[in-house]
């Protein structure tokens, strides 16, 4: 059973243009939100992150939107750069504990 | 600093043959976990360590795997008698202590393991 369900697979935009990813979760005692951003031959590292006592967090031109009644968040990264194009993850976890439940990933390719 | 080292970086096995993974934590991390990657799979959670506690086991998907953490450092992922379908990358991650939910995992770069 997927507990955080992550779409697109992959996604093609073009330079200058808003890339957009959404997942969407089950188990409501999720409290941590965070985006994982990986570039090939390498490990996934933190994007951003957010709590849903908030709605939106951005950072630079990466925004997480939060839809808490929905049970669902996306990553947008506006004025996509080719250096944009990896892998992104969203992720969910709970409590005190830090064990993370990874959605499927998001290959991204931003052309020129 | 240093970030999470991983070795080998590479490793090809034939089926039925052990392997064995190794972490380098972050120095003073206390929390340790291994990842499996999988082509269109996302990341499978398969063991979490976290200072003197007993690990949390609950990802590892057979008893052919296991883990250790010696000294609340260094750790080491064994898969016995592989098979094909233990084709994946390995990932480790640390991070400093547990927090609520506020500390970031660092991965290492991972060990992708192939299976003849």
């Known amino acids: 059973q997927q507990q955080v369900k992550q779409s697109p697979q992959s996604l093609i935009v073009q330079k200058g243009g808003i890339s957009i990813i959404n997942c969407a979760y089950e188990?409501?005692?999720?409290?941590?939100f965070p985006w994982y951003q990986q570039f090939p031959g390498k490990g996934p590292a933190l994007l951003i992150a957010?709590?849903?006592?908030?709605s939106e967090k951005k950072e630079g031109r990466f925004t997480i939107s939060f839809n808490k009644s929905a049970k669902q968040f996306s990553l947008h990264i506006m004025d996509s750069q080719p250096g944009d194009s990896a892998t992104y993850f969203c992720a969910a976890s709970s409590g005190g504990y830090q064990k993370v439940t990874f959605g499927i990933g998001t290959k991204l390719q931003v052309i020129p | 600093g240093a970030g999470v080292s991983q070795s080998p970086s590479n490793k090809v096995t034939e089926k039925g043959k052990d392997v064995e993974l190794r972490c380098d934590p972050i120095?003073?991390?206390?929390?340790l976990y291994w990842y499996r990657q999988s082509l269109g799979q996302g990341l499978e959670f398969l063991i979490y360590?976290?200072?003197?506690?007993?690990?949390?086991k609950s990802g590892l998907p057979s008893d052919r795997f296991s883990a250790e953490r010696t000294g609340g450092s260094v750790s080491t992922l064994t898969i016995q008698r592989t098979q094909q379908e233990d084709s994946a990358v390995y990932l480790c991650a640390s991070s400093h202590e547990r927090h609520p939910n506020t500390d970031t995992q660092y991965f290492g770069p991972g060990t992708r393991l192939t299976v003849l």
């Open positions: 957010i709590r849903p006592d908030v």
């Open positions: 188990n409501t005692a999720f409290d941590y």
């Open positions: 360590f976290q200072g003197n506690s007993a690990p949390d």
């Open positions: 120095s003073g991390h206390t929390a």
